[in-house]
C-alpha cells in the first residue's frame, strides 16, 4: 500500500523550507578566506627597480589602501616592505590585522606569529590572536589558552568578552547538558566584561548577540543602540544589527543596514557579501549573485562566498552546482553549519540520498532547525526508512494533532501510511485537501489512501477528480492509463474494463488501451482475447518495440517459445535496448551457453543511441555474468546520479566488484544495501561470498544465520551453514544443523552425506566417516570429492594400502589432477614406499603450476634425496622450494639440512637460524628438531661450546623430545 504514497512537494521544499532554514540558521563565525598565494604572485612579479620607501612609509600606504576599500593593494604594499625589512615586526602586526578585518583567520594568525618571533609583544596581541581562531572555528583553542588566566584574577574585559564568544561557539545542540553549561560560561563571562568595561562597544555588541541567541531580539537591539550611542555607526554593530534584522525577517531594513556598511566601509567585502545575501533572502537571486559573485572571483577561497553561491544556486534548482560549491567549501570546513545544510539539501534533490541522509542528520542535531528537520524526513522516507520517519517526526513533537503546518502534514501522513496508520494518514491527507481545495495531490493521496482500504468508490471517484486537477501537460488519455493501472493493481477488473474502453475511444491511434486490454483479457483467461489485443496494438503501433516485447512475455508464459523469441529479436530489431525482449533472448543464450551471441545483444543495448539508463544498467549486469566486470564498471560509471543511489545499482556494482578482485569495496556498497533493506536476500547472499573473500568470518556467519531464520527451509543456506560450523569447529551445531536438513533430490542427499563425512573426520572418527562414504562411493566411483575424502579417512585408519588402491584409481583416469598426485606421494610417503612416493611428485611437478602444489612436492622431493644420500639431487630441490617459499620454517629448515650434507655447515647455521626465528613460539617439537640440526652444524664449524648451551637447554626445554637420546648423547660426547 505504502508504494502508491509518493507525493511530496519537492519545489515547495526547495523555494520554503531551504529558505527557512536560511533564516534559523544563526552563525556564529563566518568563513575565512586565504589570499596568501595572491601575496606570493605580487611579491614575485614586483619591480626590482622600484623605489625602496621608509617603512612608515609602507605602513601609512597600506593604511590609506585598506580604508579606502583596496585591501589587496594593501597587503601587496606589506608584501613589498616586508621584503626589504624582514625584521620589523609592525609590519607583520599590520598584515595581520588587515587579515583580520578580512576574517582570514589563518593568515592573520601566521602574521601574528612572525611578528612575536621578531621580538613583538605577545601580551599586546591575545585578544587578536584569540579572535583569529575563532574565524578558524577553533573556539576550543581560545578557551583553553586563555580560560586560565581570567581565573586568575585577571581585570581584562576584551578577554573576558572574547572567551565568552568562544564559550558561544562551541553551542552543539547535540548534548543538550553541556550546551547549557556552555551557554552559561560564555554569559558570565560577557557579564564580567560588561562589569569591568560598561562602556566598550566590543563588549556591549558581543552582549547583544548572546542575548539575540536566547530569542530576545528586541532587547538585543537596545544593547546595540546603547553601543551606537558611545560610538557612532560602528561597523561591527551595524553587522550584528543587520544579522539581527534579518533574524527578525525585517529584510529591508536589514538590506539598508548592509547598504550603509558597504558605502561607509567599501574595503570589506564580507558586508558587499551580507547585502547579498539580503537579496537571497528576499528571493531577488539575480541581485545577489552580482553582489557576491565579484567576491568569489577576488577570493576564491573565500568560504561564505562560496557557501552564499550555493545557497543562489540551489534556490535557482541548480543542485549540481550547489552541492559542487558546498563540497568544495566543507572540504576546507568540514564543520560549516551553512555549507552542510545545502549539500544536504542539493542532494536530496539529486537523489543522493545517503550524503542528504549523513549531511541533513548533522545539520538538525545542531540546530534542530524545522526546516532541516522536514528535508531529514523527506530524505528517510525516499531511502524506504518510513519507521524511522515517523519516529523523528514524533520525537520532535510532530504530530497530526493540531499541525498547521501543510509540509510537516504531508510528511506526517507519508510517514504514517507507508508504517500501516492508514487512518492517521487518511486523516491528515483529508485536512490537507480540505486547506488547500485546489492542490490535485493532497486529493490524490486521500485517494490512494481509501483504495488501499478497500473503499474503491469513494477512492476512485476522489482520484479521478485530483487527476482532472492536475495542470501539467500530459499525453492524451494518460490519466485513463493510471487509472486503469490502479484499478487492475487492486483488482477491480470491471472498472479497469470501463477505463479502457473510454481510453479506446479517446485515443484511437495509440496502442496503449489495447496492451492493456491485453493485461485485463490476460488476468480473465481470455486467451484468444489477448491475441486479438496485441494484433491491434501491433496494427496500430508497427515500430514500437515495448508491444512485440509484451507478447514475447506473454506467448513465453504460454509455452509458446518459438513464437516468443521471434516475437523478441523482432522487438530488439526496433530498440536494441528493450530489456523485457533482451532478458528473454539472454536467459535462454545463457542456458545455451551461446556467449558470444549474449555479448553482440549486450553490446548492441548499451551502444544504443537512444537507450535508457534504466535499462543500460539492467543489461550492464550480463557482462558480470559473462565475466567481463570491468565493462559492466564502465557502463555504471556513466549512470546518472539519480541511478547510482539505487539499490539495483548498487548491487549490480557489488558482483562487478566482487568478480574484479574489489571484494573490500563491494562488501561496503553491499552493507549499505542491507542497511537500507535488512531483508534484502540477493544483497546478504553477495555478502556471503564477499566476507568470505575479505575473512571475516564473524560477519559471514552472521549473514547466514539471519539467512537460515529468513528463509527456514533454504537447502543452500542451510548447508553453507553446515560448511561454516564444522570449518570453525562449531561441530555441535554442525550436526544439528546437517540433521534438520531436508535434501530436495539425490544429488542434495549426497552433498549432505559428504559434509556428514566431514564432520566425522573433524571429530577423529575415521571408521564413522567411512560408514558414510562407503555406498556413495560405490554408488559415484568418478566423483572426486568422495574418493578424496573416502582416502583420507582410510588413510587415518591405518587403511594406507586401500586408501592408496582408491586414491590411484581416480589419479589414473584423470592424470591432470594435482590434487591427487600430492596425496598419493604422501600416502607413498607414509608408507616409506619412497620409489613410488618420489615418482608421484616428479609427476605432480610436470601437471601443476599451483606454488602450494609445487612447494610441498619439492620440499618432500629434496627430504626423500637427502636420506637417501642422494645430495645433490636434495640440494636441487631443496634450492627450489627455499626459493618459492624463503619464510616458511620447514622449508629453511631442509635447506640448511641438505646444506650440512653438502659440506656448507658455517651457511646451514644461517639457515638454522632463520628457521628458528620464523618459528612460532609454541611449536615446540620443530624448535627441538631444528635445535638438533643446528647442534650438528655448530659442532661441525667446531664451536662446541655454543653447541653444548643449546642441547643443554633443549633437555631442560623439552624432556619428552622424540629424539632426546640423540641429544644426550651428542651431549656426552662434548
Known sequence: MGQHIIFLARNKIASHTIKAALYSGWRTIKASHKILALIVALCLTACSEEEIKTENAYLDGAYEAHTTGNSRRALFELATAIRYYPKNAELQVTRGNIFLDLEDGAAAEIAYNKAVSLGYNKEFLKHKLAESWLYQRKPGKVISEFESELLQGSENALMFEVVGRAYIATRDRTNPALFIKNMDNAENYINEALRLSPQNTRVLITKAWLTALSGKLEVALDWLSQADEIVKDQRQNLSVKGELLIRQDKLDEANKVYSRLVEKFPQYPQYKMELGYTHLLKGELEIARKWISPITQQYPDHLRAKTLLANISLMEKKYDEAKTLSDAVLAKSSENLDAILVNGASSYFLDD??????????????????????????????????ESAAQLLADAGQTSTSQTDSEMLNLVALASAKIGKVDVALEAYQKLAAERPNSSSFLKNTALLQIAQGNYEEGFKNLEEA??????????????????????????????????????ATTPDSYKPWTMSAVLNSILKKTDAVHADFARAIEVAPNVAEVRARYAIFQKMRGNNEKAEALARQALELDPSDIGAGKLILEDLIKEKKYSEVKTIVDNAINAPDAAPENKLLFSDYYNTLGRPQDTLKVLDDMPR?????????????????????????????????????NNIPAMKYLLRGYLLTKDQVKYQATLEKLDRLLPNDYENQLELAKLYISTGRYKQAEKTLNIIRPGSEEDAVKVSILKAGLKTNLGDPKSAIDILKPIYRQYPDNGMINMLYARNLAQNNQVDLAISVTKNWADQHEDNAESKQFLGDLYLHKKDMANAKAQYDLLITVTEKPKLLLHAHNNLANIYLGEGENDQALTHAQKAFDMAPNIPEVVDTFAQVLMKQGQAARAIDHFNQALALLPTNDQKNRSLFTIGKAKALLETGQDEEARKILTRLLKEDPDFEKIDEAKEMLSKL
Open 353 to 386: 540520498l545517503e550524503n542528504a541522509h549523513q549531511k541533513l542528520s548533522n545539520f538538525y542535531s545542531k540546530t534542530g532547525s524545522i526546516p532541516s528537520l522536514k528535508l531529514l524526513a523527506a530524505t528517510k522516507l525516499k531511502l524506504g526508512e518510513a
Open 467 to 504: 487527476l482532472s486537477k492536475e495542470t501539467e501537460e500530459k499525453e492524451p488519455g494518460q490519466d485513463l492509463y493510471y487509472l486503469v493501472s490502479k484499478a487492475l493493481q487492486v483488482r477491480q477488473l470491471d472498472r479497469a474494463a470501463s477505463y479502457i474502453e473510454q481510453y479506446k
Open 642 to 678: 539519480n541511478l547510482k543511489s539505487t539499490g539495483i545499482y548498487q548491487l549490480i556494482a557489488s558482483k562487478a566488484y566482487l568478480r574484479s578482485g574489489q571484494a573490500q569495496r563491494a562488501v561496503e556498497t553491499l552493507e549499505r544495501v542491507t542497511i537500507k533493506a535488512p
